[in-house]
């Protein structure tokens, strides 16, 4: 039975150095066409990188290729993807903010609270993996400075200890809020991209509703309402809800 597990890992281990090789080598193989301005070829390297991966770059990197290829609604797509893996990601951000330029609908957001809009920047101020690092490392710091408050002889050291020992707790709870909060984000699919070049938003789930307002492609919407077979209920950037068909819109 020993010899049995150790073939297995021996074979897993094989597969998985297979596997990363492969990986590595399409890769290569995609930056390469993409320098070389060969955008299908990258797109075709990237979108078989992308099946298997959880890697913001990638997507990024395919984002990037459609938007060279003039597709601006898959552009924007895959960059949404990569921004809800890595919000914190500048370049991520600006080539998101430029393709989202060259969309028909012009939207203006809805008006947030100032506490609203501080606690999200501060969400996305760090990647998930970033802010996993800083907790754990301010909850190693915590323990540290316990110590030098319990074992310390002298009476300054052990307030200063004590000060930053709770500094520090509270600091690692409010990173893991925000590391909560960005996680949820990245795993709740509530938001699409319209990949139709235009569609007509229904006040009800039905051919027959009334024309609400058109939608173009590109335009990034929140679901509110997923339940019904082929049509989703959505949400703009403004406000404004209604009822498109499933097949016009793709999840980030």
């Known amino acids: 039975m020993k010899q ?10 094989y597969a998985l ?3 990363a090789d492969d990986s590595d080598a399409v890769k290569a193989q995609a930056d390469s066409a993409y320098s070389h301005e060969q955008y299908d070829k990258a797109i075709k390297l990237y979108e078989k990188l992308a099946k298997n991966t959880t890697n ?3 997507f990024y990197n395919l984002g990037c290729s459609y938007y060279r290829t003039d597709n601006i609604a898959k552009s924007i797509l895959w960059l949404e993807r990569a921004s809800r893996l890595n919000p914190s990601d500048e370049d991520v951000q600006f080539n998101l903010s430029l393709v989202r330029n060259k969309t028909v609908d012009k939207i203006t957001p809805m008006h947030e609270m100032i506490i609203v809009s501080l606690f999200k920047k501060i969400v996305n101020l760090m990647s998930l993996k970033s802010w996993s690092i800083v907790c754990i490392s301010l909850f190693i710091l915590s323990f540290v400075f316990v110590s030098l408050f319990f074992f ?6 052990r307030k200063i200890g004590l000060f930053m020992s709770i500094l520090c707790i509270v600091l690692c709870i409010l990173g893991n809020i925000c590391a909560y909060q960005q996680r949820s ?3 709740n699919h509530v938001n699409g991209v319209i990949m139709a070049p235009a569609v007509t938003v229904k006040s009800t789930p039905t051919e027959s509703g009334s024309d609400l307002f058109v939608i173009h492609e590109g335009t990034r919407v929140e679901i509110k309402d997923s339940s019904m077979k082929d049509w989703l209920e959505i949400q703009i950037a403004d406000g404004k809800i209604g009822w498109i068909q499933k097949k016009t819109l793709e999840l980030i």
Do not use: D, Q, R, V
């Open 152 to 157: 310390s002889n002298i009476l300054s050291l």
């Open 56 to 58: 913001y770059k990638i």
């Open 185 to 187: 984000l990245a795993k």
């Open 4 to 13: 049995y597990i150790i073939i297995l890992f021996c074979l897993m281990s």
């Open 17 to 19: 150095n297979t596997y």
